[in-house]
């Protein structure tokens, strides 16, 4: 079967990049090339990155995200905003459809957890 010779490379940067103390024979070995071929895509640059980062992309409906999981803390478990839901209401309320299921979930996963930590406000004091 014939693999492009960019596609190899990028194949064996990635591995090596994964784990670096793997020697150039067994990276031969596992990707069916020549060390020669090895040496190359190891002396070659990585790739810059093609996609923007995930948080970028939620950047523009970060609050409204935060205030929807605001609005679940005080609600018990089986009626809080689903990923599914979240979604739904950024599509309707923020007009915003750049986001996949698995960025919003991401996302999602990690403010539920800063949110829970975070120490409830106070009620103000007079000072």
Sequence with gaps: ?????DWVL????????LRPDTPPQQLA???RVSLAIVAEALSLPS???R???RTLLLEPVKDAIDRMLLQDLGT???????ISRIIERLRTEEDFTAASYSTVRDHVRARR?????EPEPGPPSDG
């Design 51 to 53: 996609r923007p980062p």
């Design 10 to 17: 990028d194949r064996i940067r990635e591995d090596h990049r």
């Design 113 to 117: 957890i800063a949110l829970a930590q």
């Design 47 to 49: 790739p810059a990155r």
């Design 1 to 5: 079967m014939y693999r492009e010779r």
């Design 29 to 31: 070995m596992r990707h």
């Design 76 to 82: 018990p478990p089986g009626s809080r905003h689903t």
